[in-house]
């Protein structure tokens, strides 16, 4: 199955691709890891209520586990994800003068987060030729036949190895509105889906 092709598709289908994305490297990473195991519909409002009261590195890192719950409470595992927040913010200040990293090394070191949320900001904020690889990333890929594999990270380096350079960047915003629209995880919409002649689920 070409590659190619499925990205020429939804490229068409998303010609705006994912057009909502803050690319400032402080929001977008805190709103990641914020989106972990939460539908968009609750993370996008809960980081822009978030970001309303807080909004820098230091004001996080001076804000109480209590504050930053309250404004988070409809995400899940809020608690948990109010006290990273709290240490990445004291991390970025202490160990990189305020600004977050760029490196897939760095980013590795802050509290609760993987590769995923590291290739978000790399790729969104920065710039960077990253494959971000969440569940519908993963899931799209193996269903179509792209990959044969169990984790996402195991995904996201073999995707690397077929999807062109410069859709690196693009595939995670693709995937993720083709994932929630038409490829969902369950009861995908196969009739009218514009992969139906080459996936090979159907054919």
């Known amino acids: 199955m070409s590659v190619e092709i499925i990205v020429s598709r939804l490229k068409k289908l998303y010609p ?10 402080f929001y977008l990473l805190i ?7 939460t539908r968009d519909e609750v993370t ?5 209520k978030l970001f309303s009261v807080f ?13 930053i719950q309250e404004l988070i409470k ?13 240490d990445i913010s004291h991390m970025i200040l202490m160990d990189y ?24 900001v790399l790729g969104y904020a920065y710039d960077q030729d990253v494959i971000a690889v969440d569940t519908h990333v993963h899931r799209i890929s193996n ?17 690397e190895k077929i999807v062109p350079r410069d859709a690196w960047k693009e595939i995670n915003g693709l995937m993720v509105l083709f994932g929630k629209q ?19 689920k159907i054919i």
Not at 97 to 114: H, R, S
């Open 55 to 67: 909004s820098t590195p230091q004001e996080m890192a001076e804000a109480s586990a209590g504050e």
């Open 97 to 120: 003068g305020g600004i977050v990293p760029d490196t897939m090394e760095e980013l590795l070191k802050l509290p609760g987060v993987g590769r995923k949320t590291a290739n978000c």
């Open 16 to 25: 705006n691709g994912y057009f909502h994305i803050n690319r400032d490297p």
């Open 44 to 48: 996008i409002p809960t980081s822009q």
């Open 31 to 37: 709103s990641t890891v914020l989106s972990q195991r």
């Open 143 to 159: 269903r179509m036949g792209l990959v044969n594999t169990s984790t996402p990270d195991e995904t996201e380096l073999e995707l």
């Open 74 to 86: 409809e995400v899940g595992f809020y608690r948990v994800k109010a006290q990273r927040i709290i």
């Open 182 to 200: 038409i490829c969902r995880p369950t009861s995908p919409k196969c009739d009218v889906c514009i992969m139906n002649d080459i996936c090979p």
